[in-house]
Nanobody, 114 residues
Framework: VQLVESGGGLVQAGGSLRLSCAGS????????MGWYRQAPGKQRELVAS????????IYADSVKGRFTISRDNAKNTMYLQMNSLKPEDTAVYYC????????WGQGTQVTVSS
């Protein structure tokens, strides 16, 4: 089982990033998937999730209107388009099933400077 996140980086406030999650060894298309993030000193939180077919999407209030989650089941890949980034979005971002399974990838660091 492997989840590999990529696409993070350093960006100024107001900028954009697109994260990708590639899954292998799990029935990707059979699971609701989500993007989680963990900021320093804080608990990991779910910021966006998408149903198996992509028809039902939920966002945390903190990212609603700025982030867009999508998935391509044929490629076992999920994305998170992040626009209008804020310093408080700074965190390590992870992908996982929803609810989260016990395995986690390395995550991808997103740093937003003010």
């Amino acid at each position: 089982v492997q989840l590999v996140e990529s696409g993070g980086g350093l960006v100024q406030a107001g900028g954009s990033l697109r994260l990708s999650c590639a899954g292998s060894g799990i029935p990707f298309s059979s699971n609701r998937m989500g993007w989680y993030r963990q900021a320093p000193g804080k608990q990991r939180e779910l910021v966006a999730s998408i149903s198996r077919g992509g028809g039902a999407i939920i966002y945390a209030d903190s990212v609603k209107g700025r982030f867009t989650i999508s998935r391509d089941n044929a490629k076992n890949t999920m994305y998170l388009q992040m626009n209008s980034l804020k310093p408080e979005d700074t965190a390590v971002y992870y992908c996982n099933t929803v609810p989260a399974a016990s395995f986690w990838g390395q995550g991808t660091q997103v740093t937003v400077s003010s």
